[in-house]
């Protein structure tokens, strides 16, 4: 079952992959802004002739419906790209030429009926940014916040994945998570990881997801002392504090004491 908020968090992706406004994109697409809008905040599931349209301007179709990427993307590209060598036609009204610029950039050029030009440069991710490997982490990460935002905070306040992209771009310096470089991918994770600790640690998190806020306790320290080789610390700390050598039978404040002493050992 395709699930329009999953397909729309991919739309959102890949228009700012490409370099569009949602303005721009909608236009392109034969849609208002306020359809587009509803795509993407899946109020609405998306129609066939927009999928249509979209295609036409670079998006992966099929990782919007699916979540997995087209293995003839590149093809499609060279297909509706002209080559660097092709010419650009001089025209007037509104028309949208693509030509290349160098290596990695196009160069959208729209002559509006007013003849004003604007040039916009879109930057292609390269072998120097994240692996599709590492795209997937991220957005596995990216999605765990939005559901604990959800849980966790009212609804006026909770993070979109719009907010929560946005936020990881900017920290990132990129326009887009998929322009991350290669060695600010760690930098990344830590910062999404944060997130999620921030909000595993708000006083609402016990209450609201007990079970699940739990279950992730477990999950982060089991994992943490695994890495580090902190088994025997860890027994010694219960044993100690706790007068247990079992994680499952501490009180929430107990668990999370002992999580924040994890955390805090593992940062040193």
Same mark, same amino acid.
């Given at each position: 079952?395709?699930?329009?908020?999953?397909?729309?968090?991919?739309?959102?992706?890949?228009?700012?992959?490409?370099?569009?406004?949602?303005?721009?994109?909608?236009?392109?697409?034969?849609?208002?802004?306020?359809?587009?809008?509803?795509?993407?905040?899946?109020?609405?599931?998306?129609?066939?002739?927009?999928?249509?349209?979209?295609?036409?301007?670079?998006?992966?179709?099929?990782?919007?419906?699916?979540?997995?990427?087209?293995?003839?993307?590149?093809?499609?590209?060279?297909?509706?790209?002209?080559?660097?060598?092709?010419?650009?036609?001089?025209?007037?009204?509104?028309?949208?030429?693509?030509?290349?610029?160098?290596?990695?950039?196009?160069?959208?050029?729209?002559?509006?009926?007013?003849? !004003?030009?604007?040039?916009?440069? !879109?930057?292609?991710?390269?072998?120097?940014?994240?692996?599709?490997?590492?795209?997937?982490?991220?957005?596995?990460?990216?999605?765990?916040?939005?559901?604990?935002?959800?849980?966790?905070?009212?609804?006026?306040?909770?993070?979109?994945?719009?907010?929560?992209?946005?936020?990881?771009?900017?920290?990132?310096?990129?326009?887009?998570?998929?322009?991350?470089?290669?060695?600010?991918?760690?930098?990344?994770?830590?910062?999404?990881?944060?997130? !999620?600790?921030r909000l595993n640690s708000m006083s609402s998190a016990?209450?609201?997801?007990?079970?699940?806020?739990?279950?992730?306790?477990?999950?982060?320290?089991?994992?943490?002392?695994?890495?580090?080789?902190?088994?025997?610390?860890?027994?010694?700390?219960?044993?100690?504090?706790?007068?247990?050598?079992?994680?499952?039978?501490?009180?929430?404040?107990?668990?999370?004491?002992?999580?924040?002493?994890?955390?805090?050992?593992?940062?040193?």
């Amino acid at each position: 079952m395709i699930s329009k908020k999953d397909m729309a968090a991919r739309l959102v992706e890949e228009r700012t992959r490409l370099g569009y406004t949602q303005a721009n994109f909608a236009h392109q697409a034969g849609k208002t802004r306020e359809i587009l809008r509803k795509y993407e905040h899946g109020e609405t599931m998306v129609s066939t002739d927009f999928l249509v349209h979209v295609a036409q301007l670079g998006v992966d179709v099929q990782y919007v419906l699916t979540g997995v990427r087209s293995s003839n993307m590149e093809t499609v590209a060279k297909a509706v790209i002209p080559s660097e060598n092709a010419p650009v036609n001089q025209v007037s009204g509104n028309v949208t030429n693509s030509v290349l610029a160098g290596a990695g950039a196009v160069v959208n050029q729209i002559n509006t009926q007013r003849h !004003i030009t604007r040039t916009k440069a !879109i930057v292609k991710p390269g072998e120097e940014h994240v692996t599709d490997e590492e795209k997937a982490n991220l957005t596995r990460l990216v999605n765990e916040i939005v559901s604990l935002e959800a849980q966790y905070r009212s609804a006026g306040s909770a993070k979109s994945h719009r907010a929560v992209w946005s936020a990881l771009n900017k920290h990132c310096k990129v326009t887009s998570y998929h322009l991350i470089p290669l060695e600010k991918y760690e930098m990344a994770l830590r910062f999404l990881r944060r997130w !999620i600790g921030r909000l595993n640690s708000m006083s609402s998190a016990p209450k609201k997801g007990k079970k699940d806020w739990r279950n992730r306790r477990y999950a982060y320290i089991k994992l943490n002392v695994r890495e580090q080789g902190l088994d025997s610390w860890l027994l010694a700390y219960l044993q100690k504090n706790f007068a247990t050598a079992s994680l499952t039978t501490l009180s929430d404040e107990q668990l999370d004491k002992t999580y924040r002493a994890v955390a805090a050992k593992k940062r040193r």
